[in-house]
């Protein structure tokens, strides 16, 4: 092959072909020689390098630097905030006990099924919570904190409506001598304790979601389950076995009383 000023002239002559050709030869023959990479500063993130074969036109390419692995965090190093959402959704069961408790007090005050069906009626928000989920979800306290600006402030009024209906729920049960309960009345009232709860359900709902890690969001719906479940036995079958007079003097008491430990209204 000519060097010198000869080579220079032909190389200049050549069909684009060849010089292709003669190009691809050059590459090759260039492979044996050790790689280096050129930092290319401000044109490609500094955590890429391009990395050529050292001769002028040899081909560059793009190193990516390897992942850092991930470590899998079991449920114990979360462990506290499981059991946050466990109480959470314990405590949004409790209303649902307490409002399928009332058709039975309902019934042993000789209400007609037509007034226990129509008190059906306040399970309905946890049914319809997709219409103001977006809202719950969108409107927010920045300084507070997404789910915090509803849930914080949906306990307390939680919390000041069954004070409230303590004083109230014996009133619209009636006093079965001769004034019977007044079912529309009942009805709006707990239809707006459960929509208290739902709203709360909503809230816990999305915290869940951004609480846990990816790894352990799966036991969101486990304390989902369970939280809820727990919270109606507890408004439901254990108030009714505390409020029932006969259980409480069969099995809690030594003198018999005409009435159980505990009422809707405390």
């Not at 930092?39 to 050529?52: N, Q």
């Not at 309905?124 to 507070?144: C, I």
């Not at 997404?146 to 006093?175: A, H, N």
């Not at 079965?176 to 009805?187: E, F, I, K, S, Y």
Request: charged content about 15%.
């Amino acid at each position: 092959m000519q060097s010198g000023p000869g080579a220079a002239v032909a190389a200049g002559n050549m069909s684009p072909a060849i010089a292709a050709k003669e190009g691809g030869r050059q590459r090759r023959a260039g492979s044996h020689h050790h790689h280096h990479c050129l930092d290319v500063g401000s044109e490609t993130p500094p955590a890429l390098a391009l990395c050529g074969d050292g001769l002028p036109g040899g081909e560059a390419e793009v190193l990516l630097p390897p992942e850092p692995e991930r470590r899998a965090r079991g449920y114990r190093a979360e462990l506290g905030s499981i059991l946050l959402l466990l109480v959470l959704y314990v405590l949004q069961g409790i209303p649902l006990g307490l409002a399928g408790s009332v058709p039975l007090i309902l019934q042993s005050k000789s209400a007609s099924y037509t007034d226990q069906a129509f008190f059906s009626f306040v399970f309905w928000p946890f049914s319809l919570k997709l219409l103001w989920a977006p809202l719950v979800d969108a409107v927010y306290l920045r300084g507070f904190g997404r789910r915090k600006s509803w849930l914080v402030p949906t306990q307390y009024v939680l919390g000041l409506f069954m004070i409230y209906m303590s004083t109230q729920v014996d009133v619209l049960l009636g006093d079965g001598q001769g004034r019977g309960p007044d079912v529309m009345a009942l009805t709006v009232t707990f239809f707006l304790f459960e929509f208290l709860a739902a709203t709360q359900d909503i809230a816990v709902d999305g915290w869940a979601l951004t609480m846990l890690s990816r790894e352990n969001v799966g036991y969101a719906s486990t304390c989902n389950s369970v939280g809820q479940t727990a919270g109606y036995f507890l408004g439901n079958v254990l108030f009714l076995a505390l409020e029932s007079s006969s259980f409480c003097n069969k099995y809690l008491r030594f003198q018999p009383q005409p009435r159980g430990i505990v009422t809707l209204s405390g």
